[in-house]
């Protein structure tokens, strides 16, 4: 088990052991009057940074659960990369954040404790720019970093006190009409058993507008993105809609005149501030080797500002805008929205980023062959791009042609030895179809990556190439990971019980699974204790009738809920 595994389980056993509320976040109108706690006060005493954190992770597993996000390592990079930058730049650029893409069509994005902010599909596809993308993500970053969250509950908890609930529909759903019915189905005939929502109110989005507003611009993003896009989704919204077909990031963001007139003075205050600022390559070399540590390989810092192969590259955004919209749906169905675009006669549509998400629907609808020729055009304009390659590579691979596609995956991994994307396609190309030794070539290409991950598919590919490699016992753990990372510790806890019986088993190896299964027994036992239903947890199962009704709306799927107090 690695390092960051291990701290993982110790962070959602506690999680779930103070389990005390319900994070459904949305604006609404409340009135400005309001006056919420300042920074530092007794917000933060509520719930501290680590057990935030800890439901945050608890969140996102459980929505891997549900299939409920875009589980893609190269969407996962961009995502995170960008969010990153955006962070970077914020007014806490020092805590937590993790970002990830929710597989909803809904046009919102939401935060969640501990950092963790969720983009929907919906939200990316309908976005026209990267700046659009990363105005919406530093919004969020805001209302992070001014503790809006921790701030709402103790607003709620002076009325009330919540029920210890971590409803991951609700949560996900947001505090629209949405979150209101994910959370009526998990709570379902108990009307004991009530959802409150904890709201944003109109001085938080202004908070979260000005420092969201404020992050992109020192990020490098256009700062009068926010309020363009927020404009141009209020567009959508007709005078007489009366609430019907209203985006849900409206919903749970209501947008006003004077709130977009704010936002552009803010933007067009930053541009004016922006041109006063000097220009130019400001990096002097002296100054750089007395107030930083030197660079491997580097001599001259400078050079790092001008490197550049002098190739034309593509607009990364433009093209994984298109990969979210073939992986969070039919990509069938998305085959042959590429193909009526790309069929127009004013080829208005005939675009990189359409070709690309064409040949990438037709590849995951299993027609690779049909693939490579629509990439093929692509790649001789951009010959270096890595995505394109990367995709041509699946395409071949997937249409039978496996050693053209083991040659390409083969000069990517030299040139990006440790891309996570790179790595599980070029190992399941090998152990696919591959010989022992080939499968083991794969299984020692993959055993690095995984000391800094929780992806499942990362260890699924591992345990399928280190299966056929003939180490069954590492298959058999990695398994096991990627079944705890799926949502199903329960299962993870049986495979490690089977694994644990084997009589082949040399010292190492029994000492290494046998901690697996100390380390996971405490969480398994508070789950068992809390009737946490899951489709692996028989003794949750027989309680989700008593706890969440007769109609079956968790059935087959974990629902983080309440028993009714009875022992």
Request: hydrophobic letters at 40%; glycine letters at 8%; a neutral charge.
């Amino acid at each position: 088990m690695t390092m960051a595994l291990r701290h993982l389980r110790k962070r959602l056993l506690t999680a779930l052991a103070l389990a005390g509320l319900t994070f459904v976040v949305g604006a609404q109108d409340k009135p400005d009057n309001v006056r919420l706690p300042d920074l530092g006060s007794s917000a933060n005493a509520l719930i501290s940074p680590q057990e935030a954190q800890d439901y945050g992770a608890m969140l996102q597993q459980q929505m891997r659960a549900l299939d409920m996000v875009v589980n893609d390592p190269l969407l996962d990079d961009y995502i995170n990369n960008l969010g990153f930058r955006l962070a970077s730049n914020s007014a806490k650029p020092k805590d937590h954040f993790a970002f990830f893409i929710v597989k909803d069509p809904v046009i919102n994005a939401f935060s969640a404790p501990g950092g963790y902010i969720g983009v929907n599909a919906g939200l990316i596809i309908i976005t026209r720019s990267e700046d659009e993308l990363a105005a919406v993500m530093a919004h969020e970053i805001g209302h992070i970093t001014q503790n809006h969250l921790q701030r709402a509950y103790e607003s709620v908890k002076k009325d009330t006190p919540l029920m210890a609930l971590v409803a991951l529909g609700a949560i996900a759903a947001g505090g629209a009409a949405g979150g209101q019915a994910a959370a009526a189905a998990l709570l379902g005939g108990q009307g004991a058993i009530m959802q409150k929502e904890i709201n944003f109110t109109r001085k938080d989005e202004a908070e979260a507008d000005r420092t969201g507003i404020m992050t992109l611009s020192k990020a490098g993003f256009d700062p009068n993105a926010m309020a363009g896009f927020f404009g141009r989704m209020e567009d959508v919204m007709s005078a007489d809609s009366g609430g019907i077909n209203v985006p849900s990031l409206l919903q749970d963001h209501p947008v006003t005149a004077q709130r977009i007139a704010d936002a552009k003075a803010r933007a067009s205050a930053l541009i004016t501030e922006q041109k006063s600022l000097p220009t130019g390559n400001l990096l002097d070399k002296s100054s750089w080797a007395k107030q930083t540590a030197p660079i491997a390989y580097v001599k001259d810092p400078t050079t790092l500002l001008t490197a550049s192969n002098g190739q034309p590259s593509p607009n990364n955004y433009l093209l994984m805008r298109e990969r979210v919209r073939v992986l969070s749906g039919d990509p069938y169905r998305m085959a042959s929205y590429y193909s009526e675009l790309l069929g127009r006669k004013d080829g208005s549509f005939k675009t990189l980023e359409n070709y690309y998400g064409y040949a990438l629907a037709l590849t995951h609808s299993g027609q690779g062959a049909k693939a490579i020729p629509p990439l093929q055009p692509l790649l001789d304009k951009y010959p270096d791009n890595l995505v394109l390659r990367l995709a041509m590579a699946d395409a071949r691979f997937q249409a039978g042609q496996r050693a053209a596609a083991l040659d390409i995956y083969a000069a990517l991994n030299a040139q990006s030895p440790r891309n996570k994307a790179i790595g599980v396609a070029y190992a399941n190309a090998l152990t696919v179809g591959g010989t022992k030794a080939q499968a083991s070539q794969a299984a020692d290409m993959l055993r690095p990556m995984l000391e800094d991950t929780d992806e499942p598919d990362l260890f699924t590919a591992y345990a399928r190439a280190s299966e056929k490699a003939g180490d069954s016992v590492r298959a058999g753990e990695a398994y096991a990971q990627a079944s705890y990372l799926s949502g199903r510790p329960f299962d993870a806890m049986e495979q490690l019980k089977t694994l644990l019986k084997r009589s082949d088993l040399d010292y190492y190896a029994r000492a290494r699974i046998q901690a697996h299964i100390t380390e996971l027994t405490p969480l398994v036992m508070e789950l068992r204790k809390r009737r946490v239903a899951t489709d692996d947890n028989p003794d949750g199962n027989n309680q989700t009738q008593q706890q969440f009704g007769s109609h079956g709306a968790c059935s087959g799927h974990p629902c983080f809920g309440l028993g009714n107090g009875s022992p």
